[in-house]
C-alpha cells in the first residue's frame, strides 16, 4: 500500500516536472512570437531581450531544470532568429557572442534564484503544515482534558479559551464563559476580598500561583480545587495573560480527610489502648501471629522484670515458668500464648510460678486469648498475667496460720479431754508433732523439793513418761530459764556446760534444743523440751508455738491437778453416798420388814383375841351380866379396831414396798368395780352416786388404782353429817399438770365430790399422812391411813393428789394421773 | 374310814389358836384324831415318820394337814414346799391357817400345792366344809 501510495506520489511529481517544462517551452514559443511581432519595432536591437520573460517565467512556475530549459531554447531561438546573422548560428562578432553569454548567465542565475526560493517555499509550507498540524494536535489535547479545567486568560483576568475539562468541572460552556472575568468562579467572600485580583498579581509578580481551596460552580455548588495560574508572555516578554490549570479534588480531600480521620481515629484508640494497658492492674501484653510480641503494658514488665524481644515461640524458652500443679517446667509450646496462637486454644487463669527476668519467684495467673480476623485466621493474641505471689504468701500464711491454730485447737481439745496430767501431756505432745518437725519430745515437771523432775509425758535419754530423773542432770544452772520464756539452743554441741542427760541427748544426735517453762500461778513448774536431730531446726514461729503450747500445757496442768483432786473428792463423796445410801436402804428395808413383820406378828395374837373373844362370848355369853358382855363386846371391837388398823398399814407398807408396772387402765371399769365391791357400804348409807361417763383410760396400776379409788369412795361416804344422804359426782377432765414426769404434761384429773362435812383449809396438807385423824375415833370410825394409802399409791403411779375444800361445804378430792400417749 | 375317823394334823404354836381350832372341831362336832406338832421341824418329822414318829399306830399319818404359816425356825412355806417334793405324801391334803390376809401369802400358798387358805380365827363352819370338800373326795378315792 504504502509502495503504491508513493509510486502515485512519484507519478504526480513527474507529471508536475513534466507540466512545468512544458510551461516553459510554451512560454518561450510566446516569447518568440512576440519578438517576432516587436521586430518591427526592434528590428535587430535586443534580440534576446524579450526572452528574459520566459526564462523568468520558467524558472518561477518550474523552477531550475524548466528555467534552463527555458534559458537554452530562448537562447536557441533568439540567436536562430534575431542574431545577426538572422536566421542561422553563426554569429559575427565580438558583441553577439557577449550578449549571448550574459542572457545564457542570467537565464542560469534566475532560475537558480527561483529554484532556490520554491525550494524556501516549500520549506516553509511544510513547517508552516507541520506547525498547524501539531498546534490542532495541541488543542485538541487541551480541549480533550476533562479532569482538569484549562483556560487562558488576558491581562485582565478574561477568559479567553475554555476546555472540556472546565465545562465538566465548572459547568459553563465555551460560548457562555468567553469573555467573563474569572472572578466568578470564586466564593463571594473571596471576591470581596478582592481574592481573584491579588491571585493575578501574585502569579505576575511570582511567576506562579498555587493554592488548594474552594471554587464554586456555576450552579453555586462549591468544590475544593487545586488551582495553578502561570503567567503568559509573548517573544518580547510582554505578559499575555494566564494560564490557569484548576482540578477538581473533593473526593480525594474528602478520602484524604476520612484517611486522615481514621488515622486520628486509630492513633486515638492506639493511645487509649495503650493508656488501658498501662494503667491496668494486670500484666498484658499482645503478640501478633508469629509471635511477636508488639505490645507490653506497664505492668506485664513489673511483673517479669521487664519483657524480651522474642520474635517466636521459640524463643519463649527465655520466659522460665513452672506449672503450679506438678513443678514442671513450661516448654515453649506449652505456654498458653504459644496454644493461643498456633491452636487458637483460649486459656484463662493458669497458675504458673515463674522466674522474673530480674530473678524473682513469682505465682502468677497466666491468660492467653487469641485474636482472629474476619477471615478466622489467627492475627494476634493477647496474654495477661495476674501477680497473685502476694495472694499466695498470704494464703499460705493464712493456711500455716490455720493450720497452727488448729493444731493447737486440737491440742486444747485433747487438753480439755484428757484427764489426768499424763494424758494432758501426752496429748499436746502428740498433736505438737503436726505442726513442729521435732525429733523427740519430754514434759517434764519440777519437783524442786525433791530436787527431781518427774517426765510426764515423751522421753529424754531413755527415761520414759513416769519416771523421775534428779534435777541436775537436766537444767541448765548457768541458763536458768525465766518464766514464761523460751530458751533456743541452736546446736547442743556448742554448749559449754551440758547436764547428763542433755549430753546424752548429743551423743544420740540430738542437735537443736527448744525449751518452754511451765507456768502456772506464777509458779514455775516444768519445762517442755523439744529436740531435733538437725542443728538450728527450730524457727521463731516454731519458738512461738513451743510457748504458746507451754503456756496451754500450763493451764492444763495447773487444771489437771484441779481435777484429780476434784475427782478424788468426788469419788470419796460418791462412794460415801453410796456407802450411806446401802445404809439407808439397808435400814429402811430392815425397818420395813420390821414393820411388816410386827403387823403381820401382831395379827396372830389379835386374832387369837377376837376368837377368843368370840368363844367366850358364845360360850359363856349367858353366865355374864350387862356389864361383863359389855366388856367382852368392847375386847372384841377393839380388837377388830386393832385388825382394821394393821390391815390398813400392811396395805400402806406394801404401797411402799412393791414394784410397781405401769400400764393403760380404764378408770371407767376401775370406778364400776370399786363400787360393785363398796356395794354393800353404799346400800347401808343409801348414797347416791352420780358418775360422769365416760371416764377415760389412764395410765396406772390396776390394783393400787382400785385401792385408792376405794379409799376415796369410802371417805366420801363415811363424812357425811349424820343423817345426811350421802351424794358423791365423779368426774374426770384433762389437764396439762404437772405430774412427777415434768411439767404440760398430758394427765387425766379425777374428781371425787362429796356433800360431806368438809376440810378446814389449814388441816387440808395433813390428812393425807400417816395416821392423820380429824375426828374422835367415836364420831368417824378409822385408822388415818386411808388417805395416806391415796396419797401413796397415787404418787406410785406417778400421780398427785389435792383436795378443794371448806368446813361444811363438802370436798372434792382430785387425783390427777397421766394420761395415755402414743408412746406408751 | 369316814370322814370321822381321818386323822388330822394341827401345825400350830399358839396355844389360843390351838385351843381354838380344838374349839371349832369340837363345835363342828368332828372327833376326828388330831395329832399336833407346834414347829415346822416337828412337823417334817412326824410326816416323815422320824423318831418317835415312826410309831404310826400312835402318830398315823393325817389325811388333812393344817397348817400355820408363821412357824418358829421352818416356816409354814418351807414345810409346804417340802411335802410337795415328798412323792409318797402327795395324797396329803395341806390346807393353811394363817393370820395374814395378805395376798401374795395366799398367791404362795396356792402355788406350792396347798389345798385352801382359812384366816384365823378358823370357825366351825369352814371347817366342815372344807373337810367335806377334801376327805370326802380323798376317802372315796382310798376306796376305790
Redesign the interface.
Given at each position: 500500500m504504502i509502495k503504491g501510495v508513493s509510486i502515485v506520489m512519484m507519478q504526480q511529481t513527474q507529471r508536475s516536472q513534466l507540466f512545468h517544462y512544458g510551461v516553459a517551452i510554451t512560454v518561450c514559443l510566446l516569447a518568440l512570437l512576440l519578438r517576432l511581432l516587436l521586430a518591427p519595432l526592434l528590428q535587430e536591437n535586443a534580440p534576446l531581450l524579450v526572452f528574459i520573460i520566459p526564462v523568468m517565467i520558467s524558472a518561477w512556475y518550474g523552477g531550475i531544470g524548466p528555467g534552463l530549459l527555458a534559458t537554452a531554447l530562448s537562447a536557441t531561438i533568439g540567436t536562430y532568429f534575431f542574431i545577426e546573422p538572422a536566421l542561422g548560428f553563426s554569429v559575427a562578432g565580438l558583441a553577439e557572442p557577449t550578449r549571448i553569454t550574459i542572457f545564457l548567465t542570467e537565464g542560469i542565475l534566475i532560475s537558480g534564484l527561483n529554484e532556490s526560493r520554491i525550494r524556501a517555499k516549500e520549506r516553509s509550507e511544510a513547517i508552516a503544515t507541520s506547525l498547524r498540524k501539531s498546534e490542532a494536535q495541541y488543542r485538541l489535547l487541551i480541549e480533550s482534558v476533562r479532569d482538569y479545567a484549562i483556560y487562558l486568560m488576558d491581562l485582565n483576568g478574561r477568559v479567553v479559551s475554555w476546555n472540556a475539562g472546565a465545562t465538566q468541572i465548572k459547568g459553563y460552556t465555551t460560548a457562555e464563559i468567553l469573555g467573563r472575568h474569572y472572578s466568578i468562579f470564586f466564593t463571594p467572600e473571596e471576591v470581596e476580598r478582592r481574592k481573584p485580583e491579588a491571585v493575578l498579581e501574585t502569579a505576575a509578580t511570582r511567576g506562579y500561583f498555587a493554592e488548594e481551596n474552594w471554587r464554586q460552580r456555576k450552579d453555586g455548588s462549591r468544590f475544593w480545587a487545586t488551582v495553578v495560574l502561570t503567567p503568559v508572555y509573548d517573544d518580547t516578554g510582554q505578559l499575555q495573560g494566564f494560564t490557569n490549570i484548576t482540578r477538581d479534588i473533593t473526593d480525594r480531600q474528602q478520602a484524604e480527610a476520612a484517611l486522615q480521620q481514621e488515622k486520628a481515629a486509630s492513633d486515638l484508640e492506639r493511645k487509649r489502648l495503650q493508656t488501658v494497658l498501662d494503667i491496668l492492674p494486670v500484666g498484658v501484653f499482645i503478640a501478633d501471629h508469629q509471635g511477636k510480641i508488639l505490645q507490653a503494658n506497664a505492668m506485664i514488665k513489673r511483673i517479669w522484670g521487664g519483657i524480651p524481644a522474642t520474635e517466636s515461640p521459640a524463643e519463649y524458652a527465655q520466659f522460665k515458668g513452672w506449672w503450679t500443679s506438678n513443678k514442671a517446667p513450661i516448654a515453649p509450646s506449652e505456654w498458653a500464648l504459644t496454644r493461643a496462637l498456633t491452636a487458637g486454644e483460649t486459656s484463662i487463669e493458669e497458675e504458673i510460678e515463674i522466674e522474673t527476668f530480674d530473678h524473682n519467684h513469682k505465682v502468677i495467673l497466666n491468660s492467653a486469648v487469641p485474636i482472629r480476623d474476619e477471615a478466622g485466621a489467627i492475627v494476634n493474641a493477647v496474654v495477661v498475667n495476674v501477680d497473685i505471689t502476694r495472694r499466695k504468701q498470704a494464703e499460705e500464711a493464712m493456711r500455716r496460720s490455720g493450720e497452727r491454730l488448729a493444731a493447737l485447737h486440737e491440742i486444747d481439745q485433747a487438753i480439755l479431754r484428757a484427764e489426768s496430767s499424763q494424758e494432758v501431756a501426752s496429748a499436746a505432745l502428740e498433736r505438737l508433732r503436726r505442726v513442729m518437725p521435732y525429733s523427740q519430745a519430754v514434759v517434764i515437771i519440777f519437783d524442786f523439793a525433791a530436787q527431781q523432775a518427774e517426765l510426764l509425758a515423751g522421753g529424754i535419754d531413755g527415761e520414759t513418761a513416769g519416771s523421775t530423773v534428779p534435777l541436775d542432770q537436766l537444767m541448765l544452772k548457768s541458763m536458768p530459764l525465766a518464766q514464761g520464756s523460751v530458751r533456743y539452743i541452736q546446736d547442743l554441741a556448742t554448749l559449754a556446760e551440758r547436764p547428763l542427760l542433755l549430753n546424752h541427748q548429743l551423743i544420740e544426735g540430738q542437735r537443736s534444743l527448744l525449751t518452754a517453762s511451765i507456768v502456772a500461778q506464777d509458779e514455775l513448774i516444768g519445762e517442755l523440751h523439744l529436740f531435733a536431730s538437725t542443728a538450728d531446726c527450730f524457727n521463731q514461729e516454731h519458738q512461738e508455738i513451743a510457748a504458746e503450747i507451754a503456756n496451754q500445757l500450763a493451764i492444763a496442768l495447773q487444771q489437771a491437778r484441779l481435777r484429780e483432786q476434784l475427782q478424788h473428792y468426788a469419788t470419796e463423796l460418791e462412794q460415801r453416798v453410796i456407802d450411806r445410801t446401802a445404809a439407808l436402804q439397808s435400814a429402811n428395808e430392815e425397818l420395813e420388814a420390821f414393820g411388816y413383820s410386827v403387823a403381820?406378828?401382831l395379827?396372830?395374837?389379835?386374832?387369837?383375841?377376837?376368837?377368843?373373844g368370840?368363844?367366850l362370848l358364845e360360850?359363856y355369853g349367858d353366865q355374864f351380866d350387862e356389864m361383863g358382855q359389855l366388856l367382852v363386846e368392847r375386847i372384841a371391837a377393839s380388837a377388830d379396831q386393832m385388825d382394821t388398823l394393821i390391815?390398813d398399814l400392811?396395805a400402806y407398807s406394801?404401797l411402799s414396798r412393791t414394784e410397781i408396772h405401769l400400764q393403760p387402765v380404764s378408770l371407767g371399769a376401775i370406778v364400776a368395780e370399786t363400787l360393785t365391791q363398796l356395794q354393800q357400804d353404799v346400800q347401808s348409807s343409801q348414797a347416791q352416786i352420780q358418775i360422769d361417763e365416760p371416764l377415760p383410760d389412764v395410765v396406772g396400776n390396776r390394783l393400787i388404782l382400785m385401792q385408792v379409788i376405794t379409799n376415796l369412795i369410802v371417805n366420801a361416804l363415811k363424812f357425811v353429817a349424820p343423817q345426811q344422804q350421802p351424794r358423791i359426782h365423779i368426774w374426770a377432765e384433762s389437764i396439762s399438770g404437772s405430774s412427777s414426769s415434768g411439767q404440760g404434761v398430758p394427765c387425766i384429773r379425777l374428781w371425787v365430790e362429796d356433800n360431806g362435812i368438809g376440810i378446814d383449809p389449814k388441816h387440808q396438807t395433813r390428812i393425807f399422812g400417816v395416821f392423820e385423824r380429824l375426828h374422835g375415833i367415836e364420831t368417824y370410825p378409822g385408822t388415818g391411813i386411808g388417805l395416806a394409802i391415796v396419797r401413796k399409791g397415787v404418787e406410785r403411779m406417778g400421780g398427785r393428789v389435792g383436795v378443794e375444800s371448806q368446813p361444811g361445804q363438802g370436798s372434792r378430792f382430785w387425783i390427777e394421773l397421766l394420761q395415755i400417749t402414743s408412746t406408751l | 374310814m369316814n370322814n370321822q375317823s381321818v386323822p388330822f394334823l394341827l401345825v400350830e404354836d399358839?396355844p389360843?389358836?390351838i385351843?381354838?381350832f380344838q374349839?371349832a372341831l369340837r363345835k363342828a362336832a368332828m372327833p376326828n384324831p388330831l395329832q399336833i406338832v407346834s414347829t415346822g421341824e416337828a412337823a417334817v418329822a412326824y410326816l416323815n415318820g422320824e423318831g418317835i414318829y415312826s410309831d404310826r399306830l400312835q402318830y398315823p399319818l393325817p389325811h388333812l394337814v393344817w397348817l400355820d404359816l408363821?412357824l418358829p425356825c421352818l416356816s409354814g412355806f418351807e414345810v409346804l414346799e417340802w411335802l410337795k417334793q415328798q412323792p409318797a405324801l402327795q395324797w396329803i391334803t395341806i390346807i393353811i391357817v394363817s393370820?395374814?390376809?395378805?395376798t401374795s401369802d395366799v398367791e404362795q400358798a396356792k402355788a406350792l400345792g396347798a389345798s385352801a387358805y382359812l384366816?384365823?380365827?378358823?370357825n366351825s363352819i369352814d371347817l366342815v366344809r372344807l373337810v367335806e370338800t377334801y376327805v370326802s373326795s380323798n376317802v372315796n378315792n382310798d376306796s376305790k
Open positions: 403381820h406378828d395379827r396372830a395374837p389379835l386374832r387369837a383375841i377376837q376368837g377368843l368370840n368363844a360360850d390391815t400392811l406394801r | 399358839d389360843a389358836h385351843l381354838l374349839r408363821n393370820s395374814s390376809e395378805n384366816i384365823k380365827p378358823i
